[in-house]
């Protein structure tokens, strides 16, 4: 019996397989869900036969699928259906901009916005629940900042999760008050909590229509795979039994890789790992907080803030809790990912790590730390020397308000913001991932400019953070593909092209190493396929259809 023909053929003069910076001229034979032959185009010939579809991409560059490493999927297919407040310059453009989006809502219904950043306002005017109530006084209101880590509500929203003057602040974050002691509307980390228990009660229907938007979404940017990472606001929306539903029917266009709370409970999270271990649906350990934001002053600092010299932030949880969890949870083969954001939550999570190690031996753990917005250079080879994996998202860089960022962190730490660069010559295993919805898109394309460029969002090249911090493009890809295979414990199947890989494969409208920088951000998908599946393409294409 003769070799099995192809069922596609993929070609092009710049195919990058993730094993080289750069990228080749060749050709990607697929049969069924498997890549089963790369090399040059007269290579891959005796698997074509007559009914193998041919796909010639020119120049246009072919590369293995994205694979966001740190998002969050409902909280993601949330934010489709709610009010982009981006573009607000002021507190009262916010509140007229859902004051429009609140007319196509139904009476009653609790109104959702995302990405305020009152540190881009022109007037600098402190949001407050009373602007909200001058245009939206009747409907509940409840608005993410830009970070997720706090919220901007109105009056009718706190009356109906039962806030008033005499609640006392959560051992994590806070109810924000004025000079005169009253609240203000704004509400920090758990604070938070009272709030969303009331927003975020949707139907099971809800949840579907929204993920399967979601889905579109990472099909149209070329993402094959996704982590899904534990957020507090998973305690309202989280559905696990709704991804496993669109796994077995067959509509997961994306894999799934979550990961939920650590919170102590480890027989709960034996359960979901023994359960969710498809090929499209997989448990892949758990995450925790050990801090908040620096533009929340929920950072946990070395040395105090700058622009108040009395605060250090402090740990989310207690430390010793905190090290103890690592320790039972790496007992029993659990990876553990860690959001820190400060040098003293990167340092902390960092001796917890070591600790498992001294209590439980060294093993191909993988525990990640994420953001690490601000690393004392003197943990940086800590990252390789422990096995850990470093989790970034090079959109946080350019979203932060530089003089906001700059004045509160100050000058000497300003050498030591999202050291990427510093990290991967170290020896770390580097992943690059949105925070979507934390970040205003799940576009590959923003977080590649940016981890290559160092510019922030302005646009402006002045406003290059640290430019011996930029990555090469080659670089950026491999952090974007072979990069979270590895963190997902699946680099034999995932991450880069080769024989026998699942072939999830994605082609752009141009070759991103032959283009000038700034088109970057110009680059659209054109193919997406996974599992040997086409499940996104654009028809502007010459394309050989298969011979008769």
């Not at 036969?49 to 020119?58: A, D, M, V």
């Amino acid at each position: 019996m003769g070799m099995k023909k192809a069922d596609i053929v993929i070609s092009s003069d710049a195919l990058f397989t993730g094993l080289t910076e750069k990228p080749t001229s060749g050709s990607i034979a697929v049969l069924d869900n498997k890549i089963i032959g790369v090399g040059s185009k007269t290579e891959i010939e005796h698997l074509i036969g007559n009914e193998t579809r041919i796909l010639n991409y020119g120049n246009q560059l072919i590369m293995p699928g994205f694979h966001d490493f740190h998002l969050h999927i409902m909280f993601g297919s949330l934010s489709i259906n709610s009010v982009n407040l981006s573009e607000a310059m002021s507190a009262e453009d916010v509140a007229k901009k859902v004051w429009e989006f609140s007319k196509e809502c139904d009476e009653g219904e609790w109104i959702i916005g995302m990405q305020w950043d009152a540190g881009y306002w022109d007037d600098k005017q402190e949001p407050h629940y009373k602007i909200l109530d001058s245009m939206i006084p009747n409907q509940p209101v409840v608005l993410f900042h830009a970070e997720g880590h706090y919220t901007w509500v109105n009056s009718k929203a706190m009356s109906l999760a039962g806030i008033n003057e005499d609640i006392c602040d959560p051992s994590f974050g806070r109810f924000e008050r004025d000079e005169n002691g009253l609240l203000t509307g704004i509400l920090y980390e758990q604070a938070q909590q009272v709030i969303l228990k009331e927003a975020l009660k949707l139907t099971q229907s809800k949840k579907e229509a929204l993920l399967k938007k979601f889905l579109e979404m990472t099909a149209q940017f070329g993402i094959t795979s996704v982590n899904d990472l534990y957020a507090p606001i998973d305690d309202f929306i989280q559905d696990y039994s709704l991804y496993e539903k669109l796994d077995q029917q067959g509509q997961l266009t994306t894999r799934f890789h979550i990961t939920p709370e650590l919170d102590g409970d480890l027989e709960k999270a034996k359960i979901l790992r023994d359960k969710y271990q498809s090929k499209n649906l997989q448990f892949s350990g758990l995450k925790q907080f050990v801090d908040g934001t620096v533009t929340g002053h929920t950072a946990y600092f070395l040395e105090p803030y700058s622009d108040q010299p009395d605060s250090y932030g402090h740990p989310a949880l207690d430390a010793e809790i905190l090290v103890n969890r690592v320790i039972e949870a790496d007992k029993l083969g659990f990876r553990i990912r860690f959001h820190a954001i400060g040098d003293a939550a990167i340092h902390l999570a960092l001796d917890a790590f070591e600790q498992a190690i001294a209590k439980n031996g060294k093993r191909d753990s993988r525990h990640t730390i994420e953001h690490i917005e601000v690393l004392d250079p003197n943990d940086t080879e800590r990252f390789s020397k422990l096995g850990v994996m470093a989790s970034m998202q090079p959109d946080h860089m350019a979203a932060s308000s530089r003089d906001v960022y700059s004045a509160i962190i100050g000058p000497k730490r300003e050498r030591n913001i999202f050291l990427a660069k510093n990290l991967l010559s170290s020896g770390a295993h580097l992943c690059l991932g949105t925070d979507y919805p934390i970040s205003i898109s799940l576009n590959p394309m923003r977080q590649i400019y940016t981890a290559v460029t160092r510019i922030d969002n302005s646009g402006d090249p002045h406003n290059t953070w640290l430019p011996e911090q930029k990555l090469t493009i080659g670089e950026a890809l491999q952090a974007y593909t072979a990069g979270p295979a590895h963190g997902s414990f699946r680099e034999h199947e995932l991450g880069t092209i080769e024989v026998g890989k699942f072939a999830d494969i994605i082609v752009l409208d141009r070759n991103l190493f032959e283009v000038p920088t700034h088109e970057i951000l110009e680059t659209k998908v054109q193919l997406t396929m996974k599992d040997g599946n086409i499940v996104y393409e654009k028809k502007e294409v010459s394309i050989s259809e298969p011979s008769s």
